[in-house]
T-cell receptor, first 111, second 113 residues
Framework: NAGVMQNPRHLVRRRGQEARLRCSPM?????VYWYRQLPEEGLKFMVY????????ESGMPKERFSAEFPKEGPSILRIQQVVRGDSAAYFC?????????FGQGTRLTVV | DQQVKQNSPSLSVQEGRISILNCDYT??????FLWYKKYPAEGPTFLIS?????DKNEDGRFTVFLNKSAKHLSLHIVPSQPGDSAVYFC????????????FGKGTKLTVNP
C-alpha cells in the first residue's frame, strides 16, 4: 500500500472550518475510493471516483462533503463546516482488479 | 444494515497456537472476499483473498476458508506470532474489478508471547 499517498497524515480543524484531504493513487491507477473509519467501527465506503468523474457517491453524507478527482493532480475529499462527528480516519484506496490498496490515511480531529 | 459481520471484537491467543477469525455476510451477490490487516495509525494492508468458486486459499501461515452455503468465511493463522497482533478486517465485494468493498467492523487479535 506504499504506492497510495495521502496527505496530510494528521489534520486538526476547529468546528466550522473546512478540511481538505488529498490522495494520489498508485501509478497507473485511475480509480480512487474514499473510506471513513469512525472510532470502534469498520471502514465505510464513501465515494468512488475516476478521473474527472464521480462513479458512486452513495456513501457520502448529503451535505458538507464533496469529492473530486481532476484530470491532473490528486483526488480531494472536502468537508465544509466540520463538526466534531467528522473526527475520523479517512482512507483512500486505489483498486486493482480485485484487491484495494490503501494509503496510510488522514486522521481528522475536529476541536 | 450490516452486510459483513465480524462478531468477535477481540481475540487473544498464545504464540505458536492457531488463530481463527470469523466473518459472516448476508449479501448473496458478494463474489469475492478479502482479509485486511491493520496496525494502529496505518492503512489496511491486503492479506489474502478468496473467490466464491473456491472454498480454500492458502498463503504461508494464512488460510482463508469459505462456506458459501453458510455465508461464512474464516481466516486461520498457524502458527500465530506476536507480530500478527493487529486488527483484522473482513471485506466483500461483487468481484470483477473496480467495485467498492464492504467491510466488517474488525477483530483485534492479540498474540501473547
Amino acid at each position: 500500500n506504499a504506492g497510495v499517498m495521502q496527505n496530510p497524515r494528521h489534520l486538526v480543524r476547529r468546528r466550522g472550518q473546512e478540511a481538505r484531504l488529498r490522495c494520489s493513487p498508485m501509478k497507473g491507477h485511475s480509480h480512487v475510493y474514499w473510506y471513513r473509519q469512525l472510532p470502534e467501527e469498520g471502514l465505510k465506503f464513501m465515494v468512488y471516483l475516476q478521473k474527472e468523474n464521480i462513479i458512486d457517491e452513495s456513501g457520502m453524507p448529503k451535505e458538507r462533503f464533496s469529492a473530486e478527482f481532476p484530470k491532473e493532480g490528486p483526488s480531494i475529499l472536502r468537508i465544509q463546516q466540520v463538526v466534531r462527528g467528522d473526527s475520523a480516519a479517512y482512507f483512500c484506496a486505489s483498486q486493482g482488479y480485485t484487491e484495494a490498496f490503501f494509503g496510510q490515511g488522514t486522521r481528522l480531529t475536529v476541536v | 444494515d450490516q452486510q459483513v459481520k465480524q462478531n468477535s471484537p477481540s481475540l487473544s491467543v498464545q504464540e505458536g497456537r492457531i488463530s481463527i477469525l470469523n466473518c459472516d455476510y448476508t449479501n448473496s451477490m458478494f463474489d469475492y472476499f478479502l482479509w485486511y490487516k491493520k496496525y494502529p495509525a496505518e492503512g489496511p494492508t491486503f492479506l489474502i483473498s478468496i473467490s466464491s468458486i473456491k472454498d480454500k486459499n492458502e498463503d504461508g501461515r494464512f488460510t482463508v476458508f469459505l462456506n458459501k452455503s453458510a455465508k461464512h468465511l474464516s481466516l486461520h493463522i498457524v502458527p500465530s506470532q506476536p507480530g500478527d497482533s493487529a486488527v483484522y478486517f473482513c471485506a466483500a465485494g461483487p468481484g470483477g474489478g473496480s467495485e467498492k468493498l464492504v467491510f466488517g467492523k474488525g477483530t483485534k487479535l492479540t498474540v501473547n508471547p
